[in-house]
C-alpha cells in the first residue's frame, strides 16, 4: 500500500484495525520508516511541537522521562537553523558533557535529527560549535560555568534539563515553618510532607496556605510566633462574668458564624508524587441547599491519602470553629495564651483560645471550638489526565453576505466568513480572500461558527406567521456543537437566528437526531426581507448561526458588487483545500422589497396602487406610525407587466395610479411589480397578479 505523504500514513494508522495496522507496518521499507522518522511533525504529539500562537518567547517543556523533550528539542533548533540562514543559537545544559553527549551527539541529538533531515552540519566537538552550510551557528553552555554565557548574543536558546535539588527526606512541618521564615516560626507540629514549595513576596503568604490546611496554633510572643505552651484549664463557675469595676457582666457570650459564610465543599489543589508530581486535586462536600464552593492552593507535594485526609479536616474545622465564645475570668487567668485548651463547667469538650485581652485585671478571652487532628485516609490517586494527540481536521468555511441586520451597514456589503472545523480543539487559521484581482490575508474568528449543512431541503413558506409545518434536518460540522429549543419570549428577541442558504429563520424547537445532527422547527421565515429566499433551498446547502462573535467580517468596497470573492482557508489540515466563491450581491445595501401591495380598479378604469414600505435600518419599529426611510430620498419605481407590453413609472410617495387608457395597451394576464430605489441598491421587487 502506497502512502502520498507520512501524514496520510499516520492517519492510516490511527484509524486502522490492529491487523491492518502489523500489515502496514510490516509492508514498510526501511527507507519507508527512515521518511517516517524524519517527518517529526506528522507524529509528534501536540505538545512536542512549537506553540502555535504569535509572539511567544518562552516555551516551558516540564515533563518526566520518556515525555520526548530531547527530540522535541533538537527538531526545533535543526528546524530553525535550516529555515533562518545565519541564525545564532545556544544550547545550554547542566554541564558540558550534557550538552555534548544529549543534546548534540545523542540518538535523538542535533545531529541525529540533522543527518534524518538531509542537512548537512559540521560539529567542532573543541570549540562546541555546530555549522550549518547556510551559515546558521549552535554553540553548546554549560549551566556550571553561568558567566560562560555573557557576551555572545543569541538569537535562540535551548536550555536543557535543569533538576530541582531538595532535602534527603521528607519535611516536617516544623522545618518548613522554620525554612520559610528564616526561623521566625516556631512551630511544634512533626508531621510530615513529602515536599513544599514556599512562593510569594512575603513570609506570610508563602507559609499561611500551610498554616491555615493544616490548623497550625501559634501564638505571638513579640520575639517570634511560636506554638503555645501546651497547657489546658478547668475554669469554675464562679470565676466567670469577672469585671474590674465590680460591675455585673455575662458570664459567657456565645455566637455563631452565619452558614452562609462557609464553604460546603471544599477542593485543594496539590501535586501528587504517585503522578510524577503534576497537579492534583482533594475535594470534600458535606450535605447543604446553599452550594457554596471553594477551590484553595497548598503548593506541597502530598501523598493522596494524606490530601484526601488534610480536606475533609479543612472543611471540617470550618464548621466546627464557626461557634465562638468569651469568656471574663478573674487575674489568675493572665498566663492565658492563644492555642492553649480552656473547659468551661459541665462542658464535656475543651475550647482552644484564640485571642486574649486584659480589662482591667479582668482577663477577656475570645474561643472557638476545638477540632482535632487527622491521620491519612485510604484514597486513590487516579489517573493522570492526557493530553490526547488531535488530528488535525480541515476547515469547513463559508461566506454569508448578510443583510443590514444591525441597521449599520452604512455604504460596504456586509461579507463575513464562517469557519468551523470536525476537531474538538479550535485554534483560529489564515485565509485567503481573492477579489478583483487583489489578494489579502485574513483570520477566522477566535470562535468557531456553528456551522454544517441542511440535509433536508426546506420548503417554501410565508413570513407572517410561525411555520409549524416545516422544517429543516442540519448536520454539523463539529459534534462538540449543540442547538437547542428556545420560547417564542426569546424568538421575539431575536434569539435562534441563523442562515440556511440565503435565508434568515429563526428556529424555536430542536430534536436531537444523534451524531451531530439536529432537527429544527417551528420556524419565523424570510426574517429581515429574506423572505424572497424562501423557495430557492437545495440539499447540502450551508447552514450558519448568527452570532457576530464567530464571524470574521471581510471588509469589501462597493465596486466589488457582481464580482466573485473566493475565501481559501490555510491551516494545517488545509493542503487539499478548495477556495469557497461567492459573487458579491451588496444584499446589505438593499431595501427590503415594499409589502402590503394593493391593487383595485375605480369606476373610470383607473388601477389604484398602494403599499408600506420597509426600511434596512427600521427593524426596531418602535412607534408604530411608520418605518424609518433608511435613505437619502425616497423613490420607487412601478411596473405593469402585460402579455403585450409594460407600463412604467416612478414615484416618491407609496403609491401609484395607472390610467385606464394606458392599460388597455398592455395585454391580459397583468402582473405588478413595485421595487424601492436605495442609495446604493434597488430592493427586489413586491409582486402581485392583476384581476382585470
Keep these: 500500500m502506497k502512502f502520498r505523504s507520512a501524514r496520510e500514513l499516520i492517519r492510516a494508522l490511527a484509524t486502522a484495525a490492529p491487523e491492518e495496522q502489523r500489515r502496514i507496518i510490516w509492508s514498510m521499507t526501511p527507507a519507508d520508516l527512515l521518511a517516517l522518522d524524519a517527518d517529526f511533525e506528522s507524529w509528534a504529539h501536540r505538545n512536542q511541537l512549537p506553540p502555535p500562537d504569535q509572539g511567544w518567547r518562552n516555551w516551558l517543556m516540564m515533563a518526566g522521562r520518556g515525555f520526548g523533550k530531547t527530540r522535541a528539542g533538537a527538531e526545533w533548533i535543526e528546524g530553525l537553523a535550516r529555515s533562518r540562514p545565519g541564525v545564532r543559537m545556544a544550547l545550554i545544559g547542566a554541564t558540558i558533557d550534557e550538552a555534548r553527549r544529549v543534546m548534540v551527539e545523542g540518538v535523538s541529538g542535533v545531529l541525529s535529527v540533522a543527518a534524518r533531515n538531509g542537512s548537512r552540519v559540521e560539529w567542532e566537538p573543541s570549540l562546541g560549535r555546530l555549522t550549518w552550510r547556510n551559515g546558521s551557528e549552535a554553540q553548546i553552555f554549560s549551566g556550571d560555568n553561568a558567566d560562560g554565557l555573557r557576551g555572545p548574543e543569541h538569537d535562540f536558546a535551548w536550555v536543557f534539563t535543569f533538576e530541582v535539588e531538595s532535602d534527603p527526606s521528607p519535611p516536617t512541618i516544623t522545618a518548613i515553618l522554620a525554612d520559610a521564615s528564616g526561623g521566625k516560626i516556631a512551630a511544634s507540629d512533626q508531621r510530615n510532607v513529602v515536599g513544599y514549595a514556599a512562593y510569594g513576596d512575603a513570609i506570610q503568604p508563602a507559609v499561611q496556605p500551610f498554616v491555615d490546611h493544616f490548623g497550625i496554633q501559634l501564638f505571638d510572643d513579640g520575639q517570634s510566633l511560636r506554638a503555645p505552651t501546651s497547657a489546658s484549664f478547668d475554669c469554675l463557675d464562679t470565676e466567670l462574668g469577672c469585671s474590674a469595676d465590680l460591675q455585673p457582666q455575662p458570664r459567657a457570650a456565645r455566637s455563631q458564624v452565619a452558614a452562609r459564610s462557609l464553604p460546603t465543599a471544599l477542593t485543594v489543589e496539590y501535586y501528587d508524587p504517585a503522578r510524577d508530581f503534576q497537579a492534583a486535586q482533594s475535594r470534600a462536600s458535606i450535605p447543604s441547599a446553599l452550594a457554596k464552593t471553594a477551590t484553595e492552593q497548598l503548593p506541597a507535594a502530598l501523598d493522596c491519602g494524606f490530601a484526601r485526609a488534610l480536606t475533609e479536616t479543612a472543611l471540617a474545622r470550618q464548621w466546627a470553629e464557626r461557634d465562638t465564645l468569651r469568656l471574663r475570668l478573674p487575674p489568675p487567668y493572665l498566663t492565658l495564651e492563644p492555642g492553649m485548651f480552656l473547659k468551661r463547667p459541665n462542658d464535656t469538650a475543651y475550647w482552644t483560645v484564640s485571642r486574649t485581652e486584659t480589662d482591667g485585671m479582668a482577663v477577656i478571652a475570645d474561643l472557638h471550638s476545638r477540632y482535632g487532628s487527622f491521620e491519612s485516609m485510604a484514597s486513590d490517586p487516579g489517573r493522570v489526565l492526557s493530553s490526547p494527540d488531535v488530528e488535525v481536521q480541515p476547515t469547513q468555511l463559508a461566506i454569508l453576505e448578510l443583510p443590514d441586520i444591525d441597521g449599520t451597514a452604512g455604504d460596504a456589503p456586509q461579507l463575513s466568513i464562517a469557519a468551523s472545523s470536525a476537531a474538538g480543539a479550535w485554534k483560529p487559521v489564515a485565509v485567503q480572500i ?259
Design 434 to 692: 481573492d477579489t478583483s484581482g487583489i489578494s489579502q490575508i485574513s483570520q477566522t474568528a477566535a470562535l468557531p461558527t456553528i456551522l454544517g449543512v441542511a440535509d433536508t431541503v426546506l420548503g417554501d413558506g410565508q413570513s407572517i406567521l410561525f411555520d409549524e409545518r416545516s422544517s429543516v434536518d442540519v448536520q454539523l460540522t463539529s459534534h462538540e456543537h449543540w442547538l437547542q429549543s428556545c420560547d417564542d419570549d426569546a424568538l421575539v428577541n431575536g434569539g435562534n437566528l441563523a442562515a440556511v442558504g440565503t435565508e434568515l429563520i429563526q428556529f424555536g424547537k430542536v430534536e436531537t437526531l444523534g451524531a451531530g445532527k439536529f432537527r429544527l422547527s417551528r420556524l419565523l421565515r424570510g426574517r429581515r426581507g429574506t423572505e424572497w429566499a424562501m423557495g430557492t433551498h437545495g440539499a447540502g446547502e450551508t447552514f450558519a448561526m448568527i452570532d457576530p462573535t464567530r464571524l470574521q467580517p471581510v471588509p469589501v468596497p462597493v465596486s466589488a458588487i457582481g464580482s466573485d470573492l473566493s475565501a481559501t482557508a490555510l491551516g494545517l489540515g488545509d493542503d487539499a483545500a478548495v477556495p469557497v466563491v461567492h459573487t458579491v450581491s451588496g444584499e446589505a445595501l438593499k431595501p427590503p422589497s415594499p409589502v402590503h401591495l394593493t391593487a383595485e380598479f375605480d369606476s373610470a378604469g383607473n388601477l389604484n396602487c398602494s403599499w408600506c414600505r420597509r426600511s434596512r435600518s427600521g427593524w426596531a419599529w418602535i412607534d408604530n406610525v411608520d418605518a424609518p426611510l433608511g435613505c437619502s430620498s425616497e423613490l420607487y419605481t412601478v411596473q405593469l407587466q402585460g402579455s403585450a407590453s409594460r407600463l412604467e413609472l416612478q414615484t416618491n410617495v407609496a403609491s401609484a395610479t395607472f390610467r385606464a387608457a394606458d392599460i388597455t395597451t398592455i395585454g391580459s394576464g397583468m402582473v405588478l411589480n413595485v421595487t424601492q430605489v436605495g442609495d446604493f441598491a434597488v430592493s427586489r421587487p413586491a409582486t402581485i397578479q392583476i384581476n382585470s
